[in-house]
């Protein structure tokens, strides 16, 4: 049995949760079940960003105190989790005094590599980042993600010296002790590594009210990153506690768009503190609409309640972890939606289900349990983060059962011969058992029904109602 501990992006507490917030919840609880599945216990981090100017800036046009806009967020987000039926143990918010104090006591350890300078150049308020020359030119001066310009800033800032640990890092990245997934992100993030420069890690309090007060220094304030990535070991106690138990973090899931922080900042910080490297960083990418990147300009932001509301959670987490590819970009829509819902959760699998059962109740056939082992293909799948794919190999086992009960017929062996059909109807249920044991991690709810149906010793029912009822 291994320790386990699986980390999840922190969102921003600037607005509600939308069906791109899901992807990292989703993915990590897949890896978390399949951990479990595998007798390892699972440590598993979700959380909330809370500090930085963009909070602050919401909070503001909506006429609330920030203290009081970010709980309400931070709530959302928490409701969010528990909906989507995440495995999690541990909840962290930033704005924690105890997060709030190891912060500054994580500043105070990484002061050797800290030092003072000015600041002049951009940033983007929408990505609570810093932006070199080279971006800015490269982006005619206007954030792509946010679509605003730059903003100009000469300030005073404290920086962490990247320099002291660009080697390392490289090499860390090269030989897989930071493993980046997918490999073209790795690719990515070695090039920006080529010309990463220091990074400022405070602002001036003028400019930054809403956040951890840098120690020993009143003027200044912790640059939101540095607070957020902490998160990861503030929560498992650092440094009042010894983190070997859970450090290093066996899988870290973030998106694309957040990848440099995770594997250029986060590790410089690590590196700072003497910790160890996460195993792996997953890139995801991102959920789009129609084609489109959400967005509240264009109004095509969808709410993941809604969509969890069409057809149920199962059906929510079925889309997002089998047709959002893990690694590239996904569209939704809701004819997708529907469509895979129809066609392959109510057809290939619940019809499946019924059909089987109902075979089973005519022919008095009992319920039985098996214990699955997982074929190498899986497991290396699963291993290495390929979730999507590894969702395709276990449907086409559903629809290899589908194709098996046509072939073999038993309601025609019913006549002739009643033993073989229950033969036949009794190694059918084995193999939609074991089917099943491959879809747990994405489908939790679905598969305890199907044990409930057919894993009892008893005469296999019928459900009342269908596992996906057409609606
Ligand atoms: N607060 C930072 C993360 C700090 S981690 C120490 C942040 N927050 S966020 O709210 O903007 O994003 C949270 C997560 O949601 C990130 O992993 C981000 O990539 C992901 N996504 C945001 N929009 C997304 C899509 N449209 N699709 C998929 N994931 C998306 O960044």
Redesign the pocket.
Known sequence: MSKVYICT????VNGNP?I??A??YLLADTYARFRRLLGDEVRFQVGT?EHGNKVFSTAQKNGKTVEEYAAENSQKFQDFVNKLNITYTDVIRTTDPDHIRRCQEIWQKLTPHIYSAEYDGWYCEGCESFVTKKEYDENGGVCSDHKKPYEKLSETNYYLRISDFKAEIRHQIETDGMKILPEFRKQEVLRLLEDAPDISISRPRGQLNWGVPVPGDETQVMYV?LD??S?YITILGYPDHEISDFWPATAQF?????LR?HTITWPAILLGLNLDLPENIVS????LVDGQ??SKSIGNVVDPIAVIERHGLEAFRYYFLRHADTFADSDFTWEKFDNAYANELANDLGNLVQRLATLCRKNEVCGLKVETEFSPEYLTMMGNFEFSKAFDYAWTKIQDLNRSIDQQKPWELAKTSPEKAKLVLTNLVKDLLSTSSYLEAFLPDTVSRILEIFGTMEIITPPATPLFPKN
């Not at 992006?9 to 921003?12: E, G, N, T």
């Open positions: 992006a922190i969102p921003y939308h791109g917030h992807m990292d960003d990153w957020a990535l998160n973030v998106g694309k768009d957040i922080f995801h990418g991102h959920i990147k959400m």
